[in-house]
């Protein structure tokens, strides 16, 4: 097609495949530094939830002492007696069949739970074991 005299020639839109290249490299730069940040966002928000889930079930469990005089025998009887509204949980292991219950020391103390902890074996960013919460 010839140009008609007095108009400009018909410019064809698009990219170039430099421009195309040079965009795709700031994304992937911009990735390469957001990506570990939100990764250890998600971790840390998992520990701090961990760490209320356990302040909350150890403060049903003294509760539930302090009403009873003695500790419960499954995690079932904190929610039934409504000290807990249901069992969190574990963050961690995403489960919760999985929390490591902890019996009393004194034995003359009836009831089975007198801690609780994560039944994860994973190292949190603190270099502690969760399980050591």
Request: aromatic share 10%; charged share 25%.
């Amino acid at each position: 097609m010839r140009p008609i005299p007095g108009q400009k020639p018909a410019r064809i839109l698009g990219f170039t495949l430099i421009e195309v290249l040079v965009v795709l490299a700031i994304i992937a730069t911009l990735l390469s530094l957001v990506t570990p940040r939100y990764f250890s966002s998600i971790d840390r928000a998992r520990e701090n939830s961990l760490k209320h889930d356990l302040i909350v079930m150890r403060d049903a469990i003294d509760k539930f002492y302090s009403d009873t005089g003695r500790y419960p025998d499954t995690l079932y009887d904190l929610v039934e007696r409504k000290y807990l509204r249901a069992i969190p949980e574990d963050p961690i292991t995403e489960s919760t069949e999985t929390w490591m219950l902890v019996p009393p020391e004194n034995t003359n103390i009836p009831g089975e739970i007198y801690d609780i902890r994560s039944g994860s074996e994973a190292m949190a960013a603190d270099g502690s074991y969760y399980a050591e919460w």
